[in-house]
Every structure is written in C-alpha cells, then in structure tokens.
C-alpha cells in the first residue's frame, strides 16, 4: 500500500508536489488504510513543515506501479 500526498509550498501555494510514501499494509482494505495512515502523515508533515498537505489518498503497490 502506498500513501499518496499532495502537498503545497506555504510560502508559494502554487507550487505543488506529490510525493508517495510506502506504508506497511500490504493487501489491506483501503479503508483499514485510511484509519490508520494519519500516524505517516503526521510525521511526513512534521519533517516537511514548509510544505502543506492538500489532500491524500491510499493507493495498492500493484494499482500505483500499473499507474507509473
């Protein structure tokens, strides 16, 4: 299972970035990741605080490489 974030400079709202972070439910049910997802972002934020998360949503390995 992937996290995908979209995220937004503060200081230059305009510039936007996704950035996929790898989360350790592998066939999880995308709801089972949605609850338990906030603890990553929570800390991908904290590392990142120049950069605001606009929305994100949990993506299977598989659907995500197909995608690529």
Do not use: N
Request: glycine residues 2%.
């Amino acid at each position: 299972m992937f996290i995908v974030l979209y995220a937004c400079l503060i200081s230059a709202p305009a510039t936007c970035r996704e950035e996929k972070l790898s989360f350790s439910m592998e066939a999880s049910a995308p709801m089972t990741c949605m609850m338990s997802s906030q603890q990553a972002i929570a800390q991908w934020s904290e590392s990142h605080p120049q950069w605001q998360i606009g929305r994100w949503k949990c993506v299977a390995a598989d659907r995500l490489m197909r995608d690529i």
